[in-house]
T-cell receptor
Framework: GENVEQHPSTLSVQEGDSAVIKCTYS??????FPWYKQELGKRPQLIID?????GEKKDQRIAVTLNKTAKHFSLHITETQPEDSAVYFC?????????????FGQGTELSVKP | SAVISQKPSRDICQRGTSLTIQCQVD?????MFWYRQQPGQSLTLIAT?????????ESGFVIDKFPISRPNLTFSTLTVSNMSPEDSSIYLC??????????????FGPGTRLLVL
């Protein structure tokens, strides 16, 4: 089955710097890769996602890149702000018609220091 | 996005008892899932709740321990049976396949925080 590895487990940056979180997946059939942000005591919130027919997607300060050949994808946050501090999870999903379940990475605790 | 509610939001239970968690969605969705998030850990899929048929369980999870119901396209329940302290976790439902939304997009409920003593 699918396995997702996420690095680093913790990341500390200064406000205004960029943050990059990387994930690798094992199942080449996976074709959907969302990123979730989870603040303490709250539910995971979808912040961006990418499908396997696209190499990069941007939404304001957040971008995700996907390398299907290498089976890895990354989250990039630019101009970080203290409110970006949270745990970020990547996930991979097989095709929707194969059940659509998400397999999550281990999470990255991002701390943005003012 | 779908509006998803869960009940109860939290509970403290005695070992050996069972707790049923409800998940309600504000519109019909194709897929509903149940995840477990142990303290400080990632999310692990327990099962896919199938409407009108038995749930599909992931490796390591069994129906006797986590019976699931899905009577219609907006509601599901997860029961944690014969609880032990190791069952202390956050239990989250998620939905996928809401009309007007990309098929794969999954949204999560607020979670149920369970503490077993």
């Amino acid at each position: 089955g699918e396995n997702v590895e996420q690095h680093p487990s913790t990341l500390s940056v200064q406000e205004g710097d960029s943050a990059v979180i990387k994930c690798t997946y094992s199942d080449s059939a996976s074709n959907y890769f969302p990123w979730y942000k989870q603040e303490l005591g709250k539910r995971p919130q979808l912040i961006i996602d990418i499908r396997s027919n696209v190499g990069e997607k941007k939404d304001q300060r957040i971008a995700v890149t996907l390398n299907k050949t290498a089976k890895h994808f990354s989250l990039h946050i630019t101009e970080t702000q203290p409110e970006d501090s949270a745990v970020y999870f990547c996930a991979a999903s097989p095709p929707y018609n194969q059940g659509g379940k998400l397999i999550f990475g281990q999470g990255t605790e991002l701390s943005v220091k003012p | 996005s779908a509006v998803i509610s869960q009940k109860p939001s939290r509970d403290i239970c005695q070992r050996g008892t069972s707790l049923t968690i409800q998940c309600q969605v504000d519109s019909q969705v194709t897929m509903m899932f149940w995840y477990r998030q142990q303290p400080g850990q990632s999310l692990t899929l327990i099962a896919t709740a199938n409407q009108g048929s038995e749930a599909t369980y992931e490796s390591g999870f069994v129906i006797d321990k986590f019976p699931i119901s899905r009577p219609n396209l907006t509601f599901s329940t997860l029961t944690v049976s014969n609880m032990s302290p190791e069952d202390s976790s956050i239990y989250l439902c998620s939905t996928q396949g809401k009309a007007g939304v990309e098929q794969e997009t999954q949204y999560f409920g607020p979670g149920t925080r369970l503490l077993v003593l």
